[in-house]
């Protein structure tokens, strides 16, 4: 992989020059929180942002749209006008979503709406320093090694800079007389210093070792009545995490003809409709099943699959639930703890 | 093919989802195309009462007038849609449902009058009359759910009227979540459909679009009550819209909190 050094100052200019690929994002305070949005004016970009309120999962499945329009005789999958787009500031945890998102989307029933999102999608990671919601050390996804197309890890006064694929190295090659090859053994210093700085900065540890036995031997424990109980069911906790997937689909059919399109939105198993199934049976009929299921994906069944947890440690559920059900709050209850 | 033959009706109530229809402008050929509509007046003359295939029915019931309306409709139409939250819920009207007697009330804004045309009580849900096939609520109705729906109607589908929370729709706006910021906000417990617009201008959400499916109201109003807020503010803010379908709900947990 090769590394670069960017200077800070350069940084704006560099994204304004990306414009000729594809529009620019970036994270921008958008109330007390930040969000990314498009940077047509570059100085509303924040690189101090540390979560977004939505994942970068929105550009690679929007929260609604069309996935095709249809009559009587045919159907035409709505893949042509997605644009190119630059994801700047996007952090590592972050990234490691989306390689959980490429799990499901990209492997065994390759989904041709993320996919030709995520090919058209440049993601430019960002590294962060944590706050006292982020446990991405305990998940282990404070540091990424794939999934990025550039990594820039800030380091004082520039920024050293990952390229992580041929898009990367275009992205690149589109402004090479701002960045500087040479990487010299301070900068090696520079980093690994950082690297233990940043590493020391994190205050909140969720130990998920051997969280499928916990949550198997918790299978039928009152935890999940306790928090059935006390889950508003508003489905935040799905919209806002990076690696939650699922959506629902409904036709929308014009009133006087046989056109339509059918539209994808992005749905959660804390919702009770999401098990219904024909005859009005529900899978999941209590909300303490419902709860149960969201844990058991993320912090069991996901293990059990790919050999590690579906949470990447970003916080956005402790930051996001208002009777304060999360990945902390949850793994402490499981564990015995209140 | 026939098409299929609908009517449109008003009972108490602004008339707003009725006018929502109409505003659909881009739309509106779409809906007088699709269908035989019969009986829309609030849209067109030479209304005629006859076997329809789907009655949307805009507005509570309110007088005898209206309830006899509803008997004599309901044997002569196959499908009974409530269009908003009056018919659904019995609307801003049913607020102070089941506090103290109706007449009690009416004199209190009124004051003690005859009634010499119709004879008027509380203001109840359609389906207190008769009963209803399918629900479609708002304060007023969205366009686009009614639009989605009057289309399945019409070929025979089920309407499809998700019940999700409004914080589904809020979050997808990216919304600051208001809760969090303690003001009372009806998000978890609404039903969504509305595309969040109040909670997108900074509003919390007051309930138009009635109970979401399962909404957990202990937990709503244990969640209020730890940020100061008291019963009487939180059931009011209910009343405003939930009607006859949150008083239910709520009567019990009330008796439960309070002890």
Redesign the interface.
């Known amino acids: 992989m090769k590394v670069l050094k960017l200077k800070k100052h350069n940084l704006n200019d560099y994204l304004d020059s990306l414009r000729v690929w594809g529009e620019v994002y970036g994270p921008v305070k958008?109330?007390?929180?930040y969000?990314y949005g498009q940077l047509d004016d570059l100085s509303k970009l924040d690189t101090k942002m540390l979560r977004?309120?939505?994942p970068v999962k929105k550009f690679l499945m929007p929260?609604?749209f069309n996935t095709f329009t249809f009559d009587e005789n045919k159907y035409k999958a709505e893949l042509e006008n997605i644009p190119n787009r630059i994801v700047f500031g996007v952090h590592p945890c972050e990234i490691h979503g989306l390689l959980i998102l490429d799990k499901f989307f990209l492997e065994r029933f390759p989904d041709p709406f993320y996919g030709e999102r995520r090919r058209k999608t440049a993601i430019l990671g960002l590294s962060c320093v944590p706050d006292d919601k982020c446990f991405a050390k305990s998940t282990n996804t404070h540091y990424v090694e794939s999934g990025f197309d550039l990594a820039f890890n800030d380091l004082d006064n520039y920024y050293l800079v990952w390229v992580g694929s041929s898009l990367g190295d275009d992205l690149v090659r589109i402004r090479l007389d701002l960045f500087e090859e040479d990487i010299k053994e301070k900068d090696l210093k520079h980093y690994m210093e950082w690297r233990n700085w940043r590493d020391s900065q994190y205050k909140l540890n969720v130990n998920l070792t051997a969280m499928p036995d916990i949550m198997e031997l918790n299978y039928s424990s009152p935890v999940w009545d306790e928090l059935g109980?006390?889950?508003?069911?508003?489905?935040?906790c799905s919209?806002?995490c990076p690696t939650c997937p699922c959506y629902?689909m409904?036709d929308?059919?014009?009133?006087?003809?046989f056109t339509?399109k059918r539209e994808r939105t992005?749905d959660?198993c804390m919702?009770?409709?999401f098990a219904l199934v024909a005859g009005g049976h529900n899978f999941r009929e209590a909300?303490s099943q419902r709860v149960r299921l969201w844990y058991t994906h993320k912090l069991k069944a996901f293990i059990t699959e790919f050999g590690k947890a579906a949470c990447i440690g970003c916080g956005r559920c402790i930051d996001?639930c208002?009777?304060d059900i999360n990945v902390k709050t949850v793994v402490k209850a499981l564990k015995g703890g209140k | 093919m026939n098409k299929p033959k609908v009517g449109f009706y008003n009972l108490s109530g602004c008339s707003g989802c009725l006018l929502t229809i109409l505003n659909c402008e881009n739309q509106l050929l779409d809906v007088f195309n699709g269908a035989e509509v019969v009986s829309f007046l609030m849209a067109q003359s030479n209304n005629v009462e006859k076997e329809l295939d789907i009655a949307f029915i805009d507005g509570s019931v309110t007088t005898d007038e209206q309830e006899e309306f509803l008997h004599e409709l309901r044997p002569r139409t196959k499908k009974v849609v409530c269009l908003g939250s009056c018919s659904c819920y019995g609307g801003v009207q049913a607020m102070e449902n089941e506090k103290g007697t109706w007449l009690k009330r009416f004199n209190k804004v009124y004051g003690k009058k005859p009634f010499k045309v119709v004879k008027p009580f509380e203001s109840k849900p359609v389906d207190a009359f008769i009963p209803v096939d399918y629900y479609l609520p708002g304060c007023p109705i969205d366009a686009d759910q009614f639009l989605y729906n009057y289309a399945r109607l019409l070929r025979g589908l089920p309407a499809d009227v998700p019940k999700t929370p409004v914080c589904l729709e809020c979050k997808w706006h990216e919304n600051e979540c208001l809760l969090l910021k303690d003001k009372l906000c009806l998000g978890p417990v609404t039903s969504a459909g509305c595309k969040a617009k109040c909670p997108s201008h900074n509003l919390p959400c007051i309930g138009c679009f009635g109970p979401a499916d399962e909404s957990n109201l202990t937990s709503e109003f244990s969640l209020l009550k730890e940020k100061g807020y008291t019963f009487p503010e939180i059931e009011r803010k209910l009343r405003l819209f939930g009607g006859v379908k949150f008083i239910k709900q709520f009567k019990s947990l009330w008796k439960k909190a309070q002890k």
Request: glycine share 8%; net charge positive; with cysteine.
């Open positions: 958008q109330g007390e929180k969000i977004t309120i939505l929260p609604k109980d006390k889950c508003l069911s508003c489905g935040a919209m806002v629902n409904s929308q059919i014009r009133p006087s003809q339509g992005w959660s919702f009770k409709q909300r996001t208002p009777v």
